[in-house]
T-cell receptor, first 112, second 114 residues
């Protein structure tokens, strides 16, 4: 079955520290992977995607994600967190019918 | 500005009273989709449309209808709303359904059914 798992409901980080939001996926074939962010009272916004090529993908707002095929993971990272990064983060994978399958979301809280 | 516009943004209604949530995009996108977001469940797809007059069920279509008579509009219809349809709804669009395309989301419509 195709699926995305975000094992942490919430991640708490101090401002200035590195952050990681975890994502693992299950899909046949080569995966197309995405991260979206949702700020309070807003729709989802695209952060970055992995289609093929370099396993380290750079995206908006200083975020990057590392694709690891052997571990079927696509963790989101940022070297130095900002309070303004506090939001809900969704990992997604493209299913066999071309539609996006979303994880349940991880709430990131960055404290000053 | 390229955007997906949903209306209304907030709505409180009663069981059984038909309602429509409108969605319009100005990017000439072929693909449009409706999702509902519930705590602990993430986003679940309700219906999608690959082009005008082409619609298909997503993962949770029960109790919903859609239509795609024009490329820019994709309304979500709740013929007889029930309390379990209380949720946050998002419309999204992209150039096509193929995997590499990025979805553009509307700001969301929070629906409460009493």
């Amino acid at each position: 079955a195709q699926s995305v798992a975000q094992p942490e409901d919430q991640v708490n980080v101090a401002e200035g520290n590195p952050l990681t939001v975890k994502c693992t996926y299950s899909v046949s074939g080569n995966p197309y992977l995405f991260w979206y962010v949702q700020y309070p009272n807003r729709g989802l916004q695209f952060l970055l995607k992995y289609i093929t090529g370099d396993n380290l993908v750079k995206g908006s707002y200083g975020f990057e994600a590392e694709f690891n095929k052997s571990q079927t993971s696509f963790h989101l990272k940022k070297p130095s967190a900002l309070v303004s990064d506090s939001a809900l983060y969704f990992c997604a994978v493209v299913g066999s019918q071309g539609n996006l399958i979303f994880g349940k979301g991880t709430k990131l809280s960055v404290k000053p | 500005e390229a955007q997906v516009t949903q209306n209304p943004r907030y709505l409180i209604t009663v069981t059984g009273k038909k309602l429509t949530v409108t969605c319009s995009q100005n990017m000439n996108h072929e693909y449009m989709s409706w999702y509902r977001q519930d705590p602990g469940l993430g986003l679940r797809q309700i219906y999608y449309s690959m082009n005008v007059e082409v619609t298909d069920k997503g993962d949770v279509p029960e109790g919903y209808k859609v239509s795609r008579k024009e490329k820019r509009n994709f309304p979500l219809i709740l013929e007889s709303p029930s309390p379990n349809q209380t949720s946050l709804y998002f419309c999204a669009s992209s150039w096509a359904v193929s995997g590499a395309n990025v979805l553009t989301f509307g700001a969301g419509s929070r629906l409460t059914v009493l």
